[in-house]
């Protein structure tokens, strides 16, 4: 056989089984035209194939013409089927491009738009469902500032406004927008600028990203860090004010000591008196400055709650208000009756109404008037609803309200952080009510503040009440005569040359015998050489050589039945607090007075 | 001696690799398209040849000529079975990257 018949068939055959092939895979070889095209190629590829071997194999030519021109469509499918290709290629690229642009947009997180030069929306992708809680359909045709609040959409507007003149892109533009459910969503856009192909503006495509949790973690984040921040100046402020009190006080007790054995030395008419009373006054400011500062940092020594009546605390102090306030505010009390009795330490409550008493002052620097009123109240689970820290019960309601600048609402929310002032520089510490705040807190109470701005301010501060009759005191009573010595052997312990000077004239010329000594060794020396003949030891806790617990364990096993009365500057831990109410010591704070002093030597020496 | 349709197939042919020429880059991202675009170049090859066998050693290049046919046709077969029947060039809608 002739070879090119032998090649021929083998043509016929290749081009049949790719024929086949085809027939097998219809449905799912190519696209339509496509499959046509290539079908129409490979049947005349056939039929050339059959032509040629019924040619060389010598069967017949009658097929030969026919063959010649159907040839001529080959390459005219080749490049149909070419061209057909190419474009289901590119067809099927598109499809898969949409694909993908459709699969990022639902897979990410964020929301995908596009809004046209006017800055609406013409695309919306699924998530804005998520992030304001509108269909997509919803939002096309609305701009995004029709989504936020009018001042954010104002600002918001303006901003991308400049941008859109600039046609830049731009990102993290952060907005605020309201939820269809009312709550508000942060969102951080970007975006960049869409053009045609003719280069004209057609909009901005870009994406919102809902930053809501981030900035509030954020915003969680500064606050625990302006707490840490606080804490820390709390702290340096307690190390500082522990550190200063004990000189302080040692300097306050020689101050107000000396100031009123001067006072006791003149007569009441003199202008001297008059003088002198100016720098008492100022010394017992100075020592409540220091005990402020101290209360603040905790670093105060424990309370001693006992049951009080506020009406009481507000009279023994009253004298001390007229003198605060001056002579061109008036002060109205009130004071409710059968007032229940409240838990309390009598010195801090005394600070919570001086306090308040001192911030009214302030608040009317042209005059006006302070009313000071107490009342029973009862607190219902209502109230409760309404104030979410009060608790139902029984209170003593104290009001302390002026007729002042009154404070905004912005003022009111600081007004409890500690240095937060709104008084000149050098008027006010600005510890004042937080030291009122963390008081009451200990207490068990609460705050209530109603204020407008130059409508005045009303503080009402809840205690809670018990029904324990507070025990009458009778110190005020008491003469200096009653707390004379009958000359009672003292040994005095003080290494502060100007309070044991002080203290050893003092309790001298009131009736002791007193023997004074610079610290501890000493002390030891003269209880030694003296024969152990002393009444009591009135010792400074903190001493150059020795603490004054430690002395007085050594003095009282040689003469157990001494008696003891410690005191000191310090109101930290410095002070030994629990060691002493342990070992059940008396003990008198620095700065003390004359007659705190007598007091409580006489009470040391003749227990009640 | 050279027929005319075979001379008109000639340029048609050349006219085809033209555009393939013009369109290399997108035909060769086309599943096997270096198999098919063999097959077209040895199709190609049998009308040259076809032609110049008119002018000299008729029975040699006679004998190419048909060799290249079915050469052209063995490497279609093979181009289809590849991407119909092993699914190379199937397209499915559903086909995505994710």
Redesign the interface.
């Known amino acids: 056989m002739n070879p090119v018949a032998i090649f021929e068939i083998f043509a016929f055959l290749a081009t049949l089984v790719a024929l086949i092939i085809l027939w097998s895979n219809w449905e799912r070889a190519f696209r339509q035209d496509t499959r046509l095209l290539f079908a129409g190629l490979l049947v005349l590829t056939l039929f050339v194939n059959f032509s040629n071997v019924l040619e060389w194999s010598g069967i017949t030519r009658d097929m030969d013409t026919l063959e010649d021109y159907v040839q001529i469509l080959a390459p005219l499918l080749w490049v149909f089927f070419f061209y057909a290709f190419i474009q289901e290629a590119a067809a099927q690229e598109l499809r898969e491009s949409r694909e993908r642009f459709r699969s990022l947009v639902e897979v990410t997180s964020d929301w995908i738009w596009e809004v046209d030069a006017n800055a609406t929306y013409t695309y919306a992708s699924p998530n804005v469902k998520n992030f304001l809680g509108y269909e997509p359909r919803e939002v096309i045709g609305k701009t995004p500032f029709d989504f936020m609040p009018s001042e954010e959409a104002n600002r918001v507007a303006a901003e991308f406004n400049a941008i859109k003149e600039a046609r830049r892109p731009f990102s993290g533009l952060e907005n605020l927008n309201r939820h269809k459910e009312g709550r508000l969503v942060t969102l951080e856009t970007s975006g960049v600028p869409i053009f045609d192909n003719k280069g004209t503006f057609r909009g901005y495509r870009g994406i919102d990203r809902d930053i809501t949790e981030r900035r509030l973690m954020e915003e969680e984040r500064e606050k625990m860090q302006m707490q840490l921040f606080q804490s820390q100046k709390m702290e340096a402020i307690g190390i500082l004010a522990g550190g200063v009190a004990h000189d302080f006080n040692n300097l306050l007790t020689t101050i107000q000591g000396y100031t009123e054995v001067a006072m006791l030395k003149v007569d009441g008419a003199n202008p001297i008196y008059r003088d002198l009373n100016h720098i008492h006054y100022a010394s017992i400011r100075a020592a409540e400055l220091t005990r402020q500062l101290l209360l603040f940092s905790r670093k105060q020594p424990p309370m001693e709650l006992t049951p009080l009546n506020l009406n009481r605390a507000i009279k023994n102090s009253l004298e001390m208000f007229r003198r605060l306030i001056g002579e061109d505010i008036a002060i109205d009390i009130s004071l409710g009756i059968d007032l229940l009795a409240v838990c309390a330490d009598a010195g801090s409550i005394d600070q919570v109404i001086m306090n308040l008493v001192v911030n009214a002052r302030d608040a009317m620097p042209d005059g006006g008037k302070i009313t000071i009123k107490t009342e029973n109240v009862t607190i219902d689970k209502e109230y409760c609803t309404v104030f979410s820290y009060a608790q139902p019960g029984e209170f003593v309601c104290l009001s302390v309200a002026d007729t002042g600048v009154g404070m905004d609402k912005e003022t009111i929310q600081h007004a409890f952080e500690p240095f937060f002032s709104t008084k000149k520089p050098g008027k006010g510490t600005g510890l004042g009510l937080p030291v009122v705040y963390g008081i009451v807190k200990q207490h068990g109470g609460w705050i209530n503040v109603y204020s407008e701005s130059g409508l005045g301010s009303t503080f009402n501060v809840y205690f809670p009440a018990v029904f324990i009759e507070p025990e009458e005191k009778s110190d005020e009573a008491i003469s200096l005569q009653e707390l004379q010595g009958r000359n009672e052997r003292i040994l005095l312990v003080e290494d502060e040359e100007s309070v044991r000077e002080f203290a050893a004239i003092v309790l001298g010329e009131n009736g002791y015998v007193v023997v004074a000594a610079a610290d501890a060794k000493e002390a030891l020396d003269i209880f030694e050489k003296e024969k152990e003949v002393f009444h009591l030891i009135l010792s400074d806790v903190v001493l150059p050589d020795q603490s004054g617990l430690q002395l007085v364990d050594k003095l009282l096993l040689r003469k157990p039945d001494v008696r003891i009365l410690l005191c000191s500057g310090y109101m930290d831990e410095k002070s030994q607090w629990p060691v002493i109410n342990e070992k059940g010591f008396r003990f008198i704070q620095k700065p003390y007075t004359l007659v705190n002093l007598l007091r409580a030597v006489r009470e040391a020496i003749e227990p009640v | 001696m050279v ?1 005319e ?2 001379v ?2 000639l340029l ?2 050349v ?2 690799l033209v ?2 020429i013009a ?1 290399r880059l ?2 060769q ?2 599943p096997g398209s270096r198999i098919l675009i063999s097959g ?1 170049y040895v ?1 190609l090859g049998g ?1 040259i040849l076809t032609v110049l066998e008119g002018f000299f050693w008729g029975e040699s290049l ?2 190419l000529e ?2 290249c ?2 050469g ?3 490497l ?2 093979i181009w ?2 590849k991407v ?2 092993k699914g190379e ?3 499915n ?1 559903s ?4």
């Open positions: 027929q349709n075979e008109v197939t048609l042919g006219g085809v555009f393939v369109n997108q035909l991202r086309l077209f199709y009308r006679n004998f048909h060799l046919s079915a052209s046709n063995v279609v077969a289809c079975w119909l029947r060039a199937v397209y809608e086909r995505s990257h994710f």
